[in-house]
């Protein structure tokens, strides 16, 4: 395992002060922009990336959080798509097996629904060949007994069997920052809170460089680099448009949104992949504590920093969950948190927001800056590699240095010290019996194992020097130690919603421990008492806003 680096905010200004040239400067701190850096540095690059909000603040902290296939995407015969993606599925879990977590899929069949049994027989027969899907993961078809097996809540009525697939669930936040920390391993700098608010360009007009503005430090400073990567998710055009190169294609957003029930009231004993009246398809995914369903899929023209849940987008879910599991029967009371986020697609007139490709596309303007955009979660490495390699191209033409080829497939992300799944259930285990002594949980050790991988044995060791009497807070304290060590955060915002993911997955701890966490990251990162009261305030704005839908 990669020892963690030295990735703190309390280094900021000595990060700032040496950044002066780099070979690539990478715009954007989501999953893009996170493993664009990590393949660049690993090829020989220096490369800073720059993000103007918390890593993973966009669409990256916001998505289904699966690592799938896209079988909708056979529908539209994107083949390419679905053989790319598909393969990724596998990669992406050899890399990190404790954070992408092998998940089987139940694909409903109900009469007069989306997929009928012959075409979904063939369609995920097809899926299997171009995802390369081998062993017990390939498809199974099932009758109706066995699907309700598997699945009790499904309707007795209508159901005439189901089809059973394999796919990946991740945190795609946690997904960000190990592939940010492992960039750093190859020499990479990362900057939070760091927007890029203009760019610089030599006397032949070309770009050398960007204007950054210090979200924590104030004031500004500039960078100069013989590249500039535009991987900004949904901002992607603001910065062809401040570049004066936003012509052509253009991006056409979509909302997502999700909601999140405790699991008690959505207790699915596993995921399920289901139609709606209107022809579009849900998952119902559940994550310890919590089951979580989504995703809608509509045209977003709003504010892109204020992307919330509207009471619309809830009432349309809950009536989706409840025609498909009628012994459920859940309320707008029965929501504890969601998560709305932008999907960055690339433009096709006449089609709707459903219908549009998540291929990924790069835009390359006269001055050399180079803009990606579109994609998926499970595509973000091969869309790195793909942007990567324009680079490598000039770079070897007009440097005349050659960098070496794409390895990202073969880099173990920060955190993995496994091999196997197996390996990961082993040592979950391990942590269980380790804290269950403690007054802790199996549900804690999963929670850590999965969060962190084998970095879990450095916060234990916090975990065991410190002295509380609440174990649970004793343990989230050593999180948060390590989170402002290694991961560079700057608030409790950062921690609770981003590192740990508690807004979405356990938002009752928030309401438990906010003034404690807030008062600790004031201790760690001397901050006032006037900044502290204003985290909780802002913490408790979030929880309110991700809970709460009035009429």
Not at 382 to 409: P, W
Request: net charge negative; hydrophobic share 40%.
């Amino acid at each position: 395992m990669l020892n963690p680096v030295s990735f703190s905010a309390l280094n900021r200004s000595e990060d700032i002060a040496n950044l002066k040239e780099v070979d690539l400067v990478v715009i954007g701190g989501g999953i893009t922009g996170a493993g664009i850096a990590l393949d660049a540095a690993s090829r020989g690059l220096s490369v800073v990336l720059l993000e103007k909000g918390d890593f993973a603040s966009g669409t990256s902290s916001k998505s289904t959080k699966l690592i799938h296939g896209g079988l909708r995407y056979l529908k539209q015969f994107d083949f390419w798509l679905v053989k790319e993606v598909g393969s990724e599925r596998a990669i992406v879990h050899k890399l990190a097996p404790h954070l992408v977590l092998p998940e089987k899929m139940l694909l409903p069949l109900i009469e007069g629904g989306s997929y009928g049994k012959w075409l979904t027989s063939i369609g995920l027969k097809v899926y299997d060949i171009l995802a390369q899907v081998s062993g017990d993961d390939k498809r199974r078809m099932l009758e109706k007994k066995e699907a309700l097996q598997l699945e009790p809540l499904l309707p007795k009525k209508g159901l005439k069997g189901a089809g059973y697939y394999a796919e990946y669930r991740t945190d795609d936040s946690r997904l960000t920052i190990e592939n940010i920390k492992t960039a750093l391993h190859f020499g990479a700098k990362a900057l939070n809170y760091a927007e890029v608010t203009d760019f610089l360009y030599g006397t032949d007009g070309q770009l050398s460089g960007v204007v950054v503005s210090d979200g924590i430090g104030g004031g500004s400073f500039e960078i100069t680099s013989r590249y500039v990567i535009n991987a900004a998710g949904p901002w992607v055009d603001e910065l062809r448009s401040v570049n004066q190169s936003k012509k052509g294609k253009r991006l056409h957003l979509t909302k997502g949104v999700h909601l999140v029930f405790p699991h008690e009231k959505l207790p699915v004993k596993q995921s399920v992949y289901f139609d709606v009246p209107d022809g579009r398809m849900i998952f119902a995914i559940p994550r310890g504590k919590i089951t979580y369903v989504g995703t809608t899929d509509t045209t977003y023209n709003a504010d892109k920093d204020e992307v919330h849940t509207d009471l619309a987008d809830a009432i349309y879910l809950i009536a989706a969950v409840n025609n498909m599991f009628p012994s459920i029967e859940l309320e707008m009371s029965d929501i504890i948190s969601s998560w709305a986020g932008l999907r960055p697609l690339i433009h096709e007139e006449g089609k709707s927001a459903s219908e549009l490709s998540r291929k990924d596309e790069i835009f390359t303007s006269d001055s050399g800056l180079i803009s990606i955009a579109g994609g998926k979660l499970t595509g973000y490495r091969k869309m790195a590699e793909r942007v990567v390699n324009r680079i490598a191209e000039d770079f070897e033409e007009f440097e005349g240095r050659e960098l070496k080829a794409c390895t990202t497939d073969q880099i173990p992300l920060n955190g993995s010290d496994f091999t196997k799944f197996k390996q990961v259930s082993k040592y979950i285990a391990q942590v269980q019996a380790r804290l269950e002594p403690e007054g802790l949980t199996a549900y804690d050790a999963w929670f850590l194992v999965t969060n962190y991988g084998k970095q879990t044995d450095r916060i234990l060791r916090i975990f065991s020097d410190l002295k509380d009497p609440d174990p649970y807070w004793r343990l989230m304290k050593a999180e948060l130690h390590f989170a402002l060590d290694h991961e560079m955060i700057h608030n409790p915002m950062d921690f609770l919603i981003r590192r740990t993911g508690r807004l979405y997955f356990d938002i009752e701890s928030i309401g438990k421990y906010l003034e404690k966490v807030a008062e600790e990251c004031a201790l760690r990162l001397n901050a006032s008492a006037g900044v502290m009261s204003g985290w909780v305030a802002e913490m408790k704005l979030q929880i309110k806003q991700h809970s709460s839908f009035e009429l």
